[in-house]
């Protein structure tokens, strides 16, 4: 078998013109197609179909024209081929030897058309006019869809960082609060200390005992204001694309820090317990408590400022019914639940199922997109999403992530 046109990569974009792929066995048509569509087309040409084949695997092909009948295989087997490999590639068969069978073949596996030879001039050329068109379409079709993929992925970055910084923000004037009160205590306990120092160099020997008691009151608080200023400050500045296996325990505790300072935090109780010290799965550790805080802050609004909120996290086996699960979900995996129980007024059944639709809220000055954002965080990291509430009776809130050992 030989290769009439040399084996040379072409492309539409490269050369400005498409690329149409003759594979005949008789050298009078495929001669005759080359010279009716050289002028329009960079035309590759083979006598064999398993040359055609290879060498649309490797180059972008356009439009090809097979013969039917070829030594090596048929037409329609070359066709099935090329579909396979790029469904968009538009296919017209030739044939000398016309039968059912074989145009029944052509029509299952997606020719464009079914022509007999020998071939009108005319009638090909209009042919292969509608099948680049529709290749021209597919082509711009798909450019479109990526393009439009992009930005929906450009989008939900720039939304949950937006939203990031939004919670952060809004917990910005909270966690203030929260340092006034250890400093308060410091600035109470200095005072103190002054009267204590007073006393001390008049000789009062039990002023000693008092002074150390109040520094490690002073040191005790002070530390606590470190924790919740780093805390809060490794969830505002972390980066993002920071993966990595992590313990989810601590994190709780930083989630139920970062709501006591949020302004949903009223009167209520925010407990953070862990089965285990530690329990580990693969994400960005900043993006796993905004999923927590997201989840939280709803759970404080539903109960309006009251009742109980406990976040747990254990292994666990798979939900039965979960209500969100990524494509590379597999319930078969060993598995860490993380949990957001509260006592609030609950979701009612239709709810539930419009939870992750963006933009869907029942509150007057919600935008829809606090667990749009968790849904997008869980399902990058493989993981299913259970939710079970009852009106009236609260809710709770179960994550499954993959347990990485």
């Known amino acids: 078998m030989t290769m009439v046109t040399p084996l040379e990569p072409l492309s539409t974009a490269a050369t400005g013109k498409p690329v149409l792929l003759i594979v005949d066995d008789e050298a009078g048509p495929r001669e005759a197609l080359r010279f009716v569509f050289k002028d329009r087309f960079n035309c590759v040409t083979t006598t064999g179909g398993r040359q055609g084949i290879e060498y649309a695997k490797s180059n972008p092909i356009d439009i090809a024209i097979l013969d039917i009948r070829m030594p090596d295989m048929s037409g329609v087997d070359v066709l099935r081929e090329l579909k396979a490999h790029n469904p968009d590639i538009e296919c017209v068969l030739l044939t000398g030897y016309e039968t059912?069978?074989?145009?029944?073949?052509?029509?299952?596996?997606?020719?464009?058309?079914?022509?007999?030879?020998?071939?009108?001039?005319?009638?090909?050329?209009?042919?292969?006019?509608?099948?680049?068109?529709?290749?021209?379409?597919?082509?711009?079709?798909?450019?479109?869809?990526?393009?439009?993929?992009?930005?929906?992925?450009?989008?939900?970055?720039?939304?949950?960082?937006?939203?990031?910084?939004?919670?952060?923000?809004?917990?910005?004037?909270?966690?203030?609060?929260?340092?006034?009160?250890p400093l308060s205590i410091i600035s109470g306990y200095i005072q103190l200390l002054d009267n204590d120092l007073t006393k001390l160099s008049q000789g009062d020997v039990t002023t000693t005992q008092n002074i150390q008691h109040r520094l490690t009151t002073i040191q005790r608080e002070i530390q606590r204001c470190k924790e919740i200023a780093a805390r809060f400050l490794r969830f505002s500045r972390a980066p993002r694309s920071q993966t990595e296996v992590i313990?989810?325990?601590?994190?709780?505790?930083?989630?139920?820090?970062?709501?006591?300072?949020?302004?949903?935090?009223?009167?209520?109780?925010?407990?953070?317990?862990?089965?285990?010290?530690?329990?580990?799965?693969?994400?960005?550790?900043?993006?796993?408590?905004?999923?927590?805080?997201?989840?939280?802050?709803?759970?404080?609004?539903?109960?309006?400022?009251?009742?109980?909120?406990?976040?747990?996290?254990?292994?666990?086996?798979a939900p039965v019914n979960p209500i969100f699960r990524s494509q590379n979900y597999e319930s078969q995996q060993p598995l860490i639940r993380i949990s957001a129980t509260d006592t609030g007024c609950g979701i009612s059944p239709e709810n539930i199922q419009k939870l992750f639709t963006p933009h869907f809220t029942t509150k007057a000055d919600g935008n829809g997109l606090g667990l749009t954002i968790v849904a997008e965080i869980v399902g990058r990291y493989n993981g299913a999403i259970e939710i079970l509430s009852a009106t009236g009776k609260g809710t709770n809130f179960n994550i499954y992530l993959p347990h990485a050992v």
């Open 100 to 181: 059912l069978e074989t145009a029944r073949a052509a029509v299952h596996y997606g020719a464009a058309e079914y022509l007999n030879k020998p071939f009108d001039v005319f009638n090909i050329r209009e042919i292969v006019d509608r099948c680049l068109a529709r290749r021209q379409q597919k082509t711009k079709a798909n450019e479109n869809l990526r393009s439009i993929e992009k930005l929906n992925k450009d989008l939900t970055v720039t939304v949950t960082e937006q939203s990031r910084t939004a919670t952060a923000s809004v917990l910005s004037a909270g966690v203030v609060h929260e340092l006034n009160n």
């Open 247 to 317: 313990n989810v325990t601590p994190l709780l505790e930083d989630t139920a820090l970062l709501l006591r300072a949020h302004p949903a935090h009223s009167q209520s109780r925010i407990i953070a317990h862990a089965i285990e010290p530690v329990l580990t799965v693969k994400a960005s550790p900043v993006e796993l408590v905004q999923v927590l805080i997201n989840i939280g802050v709803n759970a404080l609004q539903a109960m309006t400022g009251q009742g109980t909120l406990l976040f747990t996290a254990e292994r666990a086996t």
